[in-house]
């Protein structure tokens, strides 16, 4: 399913994202990957497999009050087509694990890495390692 499809998109979004740096309190205070997380997040690229300059138009969208909305798109006799947005809730937990819901359906993903422009994570469910970018394309 299509839901499933864009579900399974965000988990591994998520389980590309960890955390690093040092505490030291003479550096800038670095941001949070609950921080770093909200906004607008593009599909660039994932393993096994890619995906195609149309895909790359599709995102997830995580808000700071806990929801989240995920569009796909795909070719369709030569137009790049939405397949329809999804919008759900997640949670982060320990900083490093997402739980996403949407309607009945749950999934999981381990954030591997984050910065402020990429995201990288990986579906617990398939093993999937599936990486975003702040920008569309």
Do not use: H
Not at 35 to 40: A, N, P, S
Not at 58 to 69: A, E, L, P, S, V
Not at 110 to 134: A, H, K, M, P, Y
Request: proline share 1%; charged share 20%.
């Amino acid at each position: 399913m299509n839901t499933q499809k864009l579900v399974g998109a965000l988990f591994m979004a998520l389980s590309l994202v960890a955390c690093s740096g040092d505490d030291n309190s003479d550096s800038p205070q670095q941001m949070t990957n609950e921080e770093l997380i909200i906004g607008k997040w593009y599909f660039e690229s994932k393993t096994p497999g890619s995906y195609s300059d149309c895909e790359k138009m599709g995102y997830i969208d995580f808000r700071n009050d806990g929801t989240f909305t995920i569009e796909s798109f795909e070719d369709n006799t030569s137009t790049c087509t939405s397949t329809g947005a999804v919008t759900g809730t997640y949670t982060l937990i320990n900083d490093v694990n997402i739980t996403l819901m949407a309607g009945t359906e749950t999934q999981t993903a381990t954030i591997q890495s984050i910065s402020q422009s990429e995201l990288v994570v990986i579906d617990t469910g398939s093993g999937d390692v599936n990486t975003f970018d702040r920008t569309a394309g």
